[in-house]
């Protein structure tokens, strides 16, 4: 069961998490299964926008909660995406637009207690590490030595 930690920002560890990458795999994985004939060219600026409108049209996410007692699934939630040029040359990058404050970001998550996928900085999520205090830190850093 999840515990609260005394005061300090929930964790990125403790939260559930979507990357971009996955939800776009999953979803032209999930047209080939279905055999949908459209077939995308992620060089293609005018397929990538298809597919953006495609992939916000048709999806929407919702997570099981299973740190919670009893554990919950939360309410379905929208995702709101865009693309960048690759700085590669060729192809695009593909990001998700946070439900709250509208920042490009490649990970949504779910904390536990929330309905809501947003960003981490919405959340307020904090690393594990960066709970901890000055000293605490500095002791380790001596250990590690």
């Keep these: 069961m999840f515990k609260a930690n005394n005061g300090t920002r ?3 560890e403790h939260s559930q998490k979507i990357g971009v990458a996955i939800c776009v795999r999953n979803f032209l994985l999930d047209m080939k299964s279905r055999a949908i004939d459209k077939s ?6 005018e397929d990538v926008n298809g597919l953006i409108s495609k992939i916000e049209a048709g999806t929407t ?6 740190r919670l007692d009893p554990p919950t699934v939360t309410e379905p939630n929208s ?3 865009t693309y960048t040029r690759s700085n590669l040359g060729k192809g695009f990058v593909f990001w998700f637009i946070c439900n709250i404050c509208g920042r490009r970001v490649k990970f949504l998550y779910f904390p536990p207690n929330s309905q809501i996928l947003a960003c981490r900085k919405c959340h307020r ?14 002791m ?3 250990l590690r030595v």
Aim: glycine residues 0%; hydrophobic residues 35%; proline residues 3%.
């Design 10 to 12: 929930p964790l990125v």
């Design 40 to 45: 995308f060219n992620l060089n293609s600026e």
């Design 61 to 66: 996410i919702n997570m099981r909660q299973e």
């Design 79 to 81: 995702v709101k995406m």
């Design 125 to 138: 999520l904090a690393y594990d590490k960066q709970n901890e205090s000055k000293n605490i830190r500095k």
């Design 140 to 142: 380790r850093d001596l």
